[in-house]
């Protein structure tokens, strides 16, 4: 079954459209399509995270931004939006002025200073599906909706009148509502425009560590959490993971097994792929290099690349993945590898891609109107977010919980 974008509403259209362009924007278009496998991984793997995220403080200030400012009055849905921006670009500021002066990741903050505006790619955007995940946020809402609707709420209920005896004050529920955003109990003062440190407090990082640890409960990253093996981890790579993760329970251990199987696999293939582009713009040395390196890694790795290997990888990821075209294209080249019929398999790579782009942009079809003797670059290997952001996040988690 193949499934498709329905468009709801011009708030889903735009999302749609975003990630689309993003794609197309930063050069991670996926030519041979093996994005979705990867994805499959990842969000098996380390569910919440995403390669847009930069810090894990995001997931705190933006939920509770919204409790702040769905107690403010908002007229309608292009209100919360402009609403939502503006303080998200004070809250830049914040950061920018609270951080340490070699802090990087500041979402915004390279555009604001240098006078151009600020990013289509914000906070809000960047981050809502792991909110979600972690039970930050609701689930599939628009954002600027809710908050348009709940402050209609706060704003049309009587306040509350409290005696000597009582505490709290108007802002402990909407009337008929529970408090719909997770917020960690640190004071953000969104009103004003103190600094604010990029990097976790402690209240911070034990709130968001069991926040991650409860909702994602049998990924490999809430047991990394849970276990504390968070600790001595960040530092290895991903394809070292493996050192330290020999005595994590089997099914997870085999995740991580599959995962990185399928990382060299997937390079495997675009090493090829490389190659073929190489020799069709006339990059000869290159296209020597990137055979080389096939061969090197089809040496080092055969067991990992033969059809029943890949079937595995197949099978784990089968309900993950409907589209089916992906799975069938990783089989059969793990079989045209496998009896050594190298020139099918390149001809299977060329209509791939052909398949995935279209005719009039596929590169390896349209090579003559390339720019010459100009290489592909390498292909590196599939990396599962853990490089990035999980390793950043882990890491501000634990630097987080040093701080008293």
Known sequence: MEIGFVSFNQEALNRANKVMKLLQGQGAIDELG??????????????????????????????????????????????????????????????????????????????LRRGEGYVKYDPTYVYQAGMEIYGLIPRGGNIYATLAER????????????????????????????????????????????PLDIALSHREAEFLKQRIITSTQGSLLSYLLDSGLYENVTEYLFDDLGIVLKDIPVELYHTYRLALRY???????????????????????????????????????SQEFVPESIEEIISFVSVKVTEESCKTFILKASKLITNGDFDELDRQITLREKTIKGLKRSKLIKAKELQQRKPFESPTMMTYRWNTIVRTVLSEIKEGLKNE
């Open 263 to 301: 990382s060299r696999f997937a390079c495997l293939l675009r090493v090829r792929y490389a190659m073929l582009y190489d020799i069709a713009v006339g990059a000869d040395r290159e296209a020597v290099e990137e055979q080389a390196r096939f061969d090197e890694m089809l040496a080092e790795f």
């Open 151 to 194: 402050s209609a709420i706060y704003q049309n209920s009587p306040k509350k009148h409290k005696g000597n005896d009582e505490t709290g004050d108007d802002s402990d529920d909407l009337p008929g509502n529970r408090q719909i955003y997770k917020v960690c109990g640190e004071d953000y003062d969104f009103s004003r425009r103190e």
């Open 34 to 111: 093996l994005g979705r496998i990867r994805d499959a991984f990842s969000n098996t793997m380390f569910p919440g995270m995403s390669v847009l995220q930069t810090h894990a403080k995001y997931f705190l200030l933006m939920p509770a931004l919204y409790s702040f400012l769905e107690k403010t009055r908002i007229a309608d849905v292009r209100e919360a939006r402009t609403i939502v921006r503006d303080q998200e670009i004070r809250m830049t500021y914040r950061l920018m002025d609270g951080s340490a002066k070699d802090a990087t990741g500041i979402i915004g903050a390279d555009m």
